[in-house]
């Protein structure tokens, strides 16, 4: 199993990303994939749940209406897209696959 996620950077204030975590080394279509952050000094948070097809969605209040999460099973790639960005989004965030696979990571900075 391997996650591997993309796209982040540093953004200001207001601004948009997209992240992507690619998947393979399993049935990508037959899992649920979560979008996970951690900023420095905290525990890591749950950002955004998608179900196998995509048709279900879930959100952490901190991010809800601000962020969507998709997926193309046919890439085996699951987006985090992310708008009207705000210095407390700053994390690294990670793509996982219960029961424990994680992707390195990708560093997002929210900051002017």
């Known amino acids: 199993v391997q996650l591997v996620e993309s796209g982040g950077g540093l953004v200001q204030p207001g601004g948009s990303l997209r992240l992507s975590c690619a998947a393979s080394?399993?049935?990508?279509?037959?899992?649920?994939i979560r979008w996970y952050r951690q900023a420095p000094g905290k525990e890591r948070e749950l950002v955004a749940t998608?179900?196998?097809?995509?048709?279900?969605?879930n959100y952490a209040d901190s991010v809800k209406g601000r962020f969507t999460i998709s997926r193309d099973n046919t890439k085996n790639t699951v987006y985090l897209q992310m708008s009207s960005l705000k210095p407390e989004d700053t994390a690294v965030y990670y793509c996982?696959?219960?029961?424990?696979?994680w992707g390195q990571g990708t560093q997002v900075t929210v900051s002017s």
């Open positions: 996982n696959r219960r029961p424990n696979y």
């Open positions: 080394g399993f049935t990508f279509s037959s899992y649920v």
């Open positions: 998608i179900s196998t097809a995509g048709g279900i969605t």
